[in-house]
Antibody
Framework: QVQLQESGPGLVKPSQTLSLTCTVSGGSISSGSYYWSWIRQPAGKGLEWIGRIYTSGSTNYNPSLKSRVTISVDTSKNQFSLKLSSVTAADTAVYYC??????????????WGQGTLVTVSS | QSVLTQPPSVSGAPGQRVTISCTGSSSNIGAGYDVHWYQQLPGTAPKLLIYGNSNRPSGVPDRFSGSKSGTSASLAITGLQAEDEADYYCQSYDSSLSGSNVFGTGTKVTVL
C-alpha cells in the first residue's frame, strides 16, 4: 500500500523559497503511470491545488501560483519536491502531497500524505 | 480561487439523511468533468470518499453516495453517524484555468 510523507522546514522567512519533499513508500514512484501532486490548506480554510508532475518530469501548475512554483521528481530516491519562491504570510498553510489517479482531466487524489505545516514569518 | 461552491454547513440528527451540494459552471462540472469527494476529519488529511461522480473506494461505507447533474453534484450521507462529523470537499477539473484541478469551498457536517 502506497504511503506518502512530507518533509521540510516548518518555518520560512518572507521573500525566501519554501522547499518540501514528499517521500513515497510501499511502491515505486515510477510504476503505474501516475501523476503526483501538491495541495495546500491555510488554517481554517479550504484546499488549493498547487500542481502536478508526471514521472517523466512533465508538469502542470495552478495559474495563480505558476510564476513561483517548481515541482520536480527524483525517481532514484522515490521522491518528488515542491519549491515556492518569494513567499509571504499568505503562503502559510499545511502542505499535502498526494498521488493522482486517473487522467489529468478526470483525476482525483488518493492517497494523501499526513501534511506538514509551513509558517512564513520573520 | 474556489470555483466550486458548497454550503458552509449542514447538520442532522443521528440516523438522518443529509446532502451536500457542489455547484460549478460550464467550464468544469457542466463540461462533463468528473466530480470527486473527500472527507477531512478534524486534524487529519483529506481522505477520498467518492471518485468519478458516484464510485466508492474500497472501505467506504455505502451510506455515502454521489451524483452529478448539469453543473452541480451532490454527496448524500444516509444513516448519519457521529463519526461522520467532518469537513467535506468536492473536486473537479476546470478547462478555463489551464487545466487546473479545483476544489469546492468545503462543507462542515455537524451531527446533532
Amino acid at each position: 500500500q502506497v504511503q506518502l510523507q512530507e518533509s521540510g522546514p516548518g518555518l520560512v522567512k518572507p521573500s525566501q523559497t519554501l522547499s518540501l519533499t514528499c517521500t513515497v513508500s510501499g511502491g515505486s514512484i515510477s510504476s503505474g503511470s501516475y501523476y503526483w501532486s501538491w495541495i495546500r490548506q491555510p488554517a481554517g480554510k479550504g484546499l488549493e491545488w498547487i500542481g502536478r508532475i508526471y514521472t517523466s518530469g512533465s508538469t502542470n501548475y495552478n495559474p495563480s501560483l505558476k510564476s513561483r512554483v517548481t515541482i520536480s521528481v527524483d525517481t532514484s530516491k522515490n521522491q518528488f519536491s515542491l519549491k515556492l519562491s518569494s513567499v509571504t504570510a499568505a503562503d502559510t498553510a499545511v502542505y499535502y502531497c498526494a498521488r493522482v489517479r486517473g487522467i489529468p482531466s478526470l483525476n482525483w487524489f488518493d492517497p494523501w500524505g499526513q501534511g506538514t505545516l509551513v509558517t512564513v514569518s520573520s | 480561487q474556489s470555483v466550486l461552491t458548497q454550503p458552509p454547513s449542514v447538520s442532522g440528527a443521528p440516523g438522518q439523511r443529509v446532502t451536500i451540494s457542489c455547484t460549478g459552471s460550464s467550464s468544469n462540472i457542466g463540461a462533463g468533468y468528473d466530480v470527486h469527494w473527500y472527507q477531512q476529519l478534524p486534524g487529519t488529511a483529506p481522505k477520498l470518499l467518492i471518485y468519478g461522480n458516484s464510485n466508492r473506494p474500497s472501505g467506504v461505507p455505502d451510506r455515502f453516495s454521489g451524483s452529478k447533474s448539469g453543473t452541480s453534484a451532490s454527496l448524500a450521507i444516509t444513516g448519519l453517524q457521529a463519526e461522520d462529523e467532518a469537513d467535506y470537499y468536492c473536486q473537479s477539473y476546470d478547462s478555463s484555468l489551464s487545466g487546473s484541478n479545483v476544489f469546492g469551498t468545503g462543507t462542515k457536517v455537524t451531527v446533532l
